[in-house]
């Protein structure tokens, strides 16, 4: 595998499309090269936690791989789209190896960040493709090993990747749990000044609305959200209505809120 990683490294197609990129939410690591190499850096991370050689050079494998084509992809297009960067950075890793777990591997990265946007928008997500991957990925192990890689960037809320771990645990046997979790999510300034809001689920907990609460909400046209203040500092999400000058006691998950800025 070693050898696999050092044609792709010299391949013209790779030195073309690493150049690719610009700052956006979620990457303010601009161009590929720049996403390649801060990878590269958590897998050295990594490695204290005595990943054999095997797995450090498929982690390798993919790190190069996985996001290379973007610049070639059709934008947006649905991760088995034969033109999303998924699909064409499986295809070109073909051409090296014929390792279906590892090809699966490049052409699922994304479904874990899918499944948790369903999920942090609504509580729910799609079971039904989570249960595609969970049969379809074979080394839980590696798998989770890069999705923390590659979940670990500068841009990145560490709450989706400590999520899905806790999702795939549930279902299958891996040694990668929430202590694997790099500890090194920081901030860059490559990207200037970022703010924005973490979510996090704490637990179902009960929750009172006093009467009157939702007055000023409702004349916002805001039915089913409450303010930070009226929660005690949490913030909540569901879909169910009440009457602007009612008071009710429910139990509902809630949802932490952590302002950052970097
Ligand atoms: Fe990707
Ligand atoms: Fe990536």
Redesign the pocket.
């Known amino acids: 595998m070693k050898e696999i990683v050092q044609q792709i490294m010299t391949d013209a197609r790779y030195l073309k499309n690493i150049e690719y990129g610009r700052p956006r939410p979620g990457h303010p690591e601009r161009k590929v090269k720049y996403h390649i190499a801060e990878l590269e850096e958590n897998l050295e991370t990594l490695k204290s936690r005595g990943i054999a050689e095997d797995q450090y050079w498929k982690l390798k494998f993919l790190i190069h791989v996985?996001?290379t084509f973007?610049a070639e992809a059709v934008p947006d297009s649905a991760i088995l789209h034969p033109n999303s960067?998924?699909s064409l950075?499986r295809k070109f890793a073909s051409e090296f190896t014929d390792d279906t777990d590892l090809l699966n591997m490049i052409q699922y990265?994304?479904v874990n960040?899918a499944l948790w946007k369903q999920f942090s928008g609504t509580g729910f997500y799609d079971t039904a493709r989570f249960s595609t991957l969970l049969e379809t990925i074979m080394d839980w192990d590696l798998f989770l090993m890069f999705l923390i890689l590659?979940g670990s960037t500068s841009g990145k809320d560490p709450v989706k990747i400590r999520w899905f771990i806790k999702e795939v645990r549930k279902h299958k046997e891996t040694i990668v749990d929430e202590s694997w979790l790099l500890q090194n999510w920081t901030t860059s300034g490559e990207f200037g000044s970022v703010q924005g809001v973490l979510m996090s689920v704490i637990h179902p907990q009960p929750i009172s609305i006093t009467p009157g609460s939702g007055t000023v909400l409702k004349l916002l046209g805001v039915t089913h959200k409450l303010t930070r203040a009226q929660t005690g500092g949490a913030y909540y999400l569901f879909e169910f209505e009440f009457g602007p000058g009612a008071g009710i006691v429910f139990t509902c998950i809630v949802m932490k809120m952590n302002s950052f800025m970097f």
Do not use: L, M
Request: hydrophobic share 30%; glycine share 0%.
């Open positions: 996985h996001d973007k960067h998924a950075a990265h994304d960040f590659d």
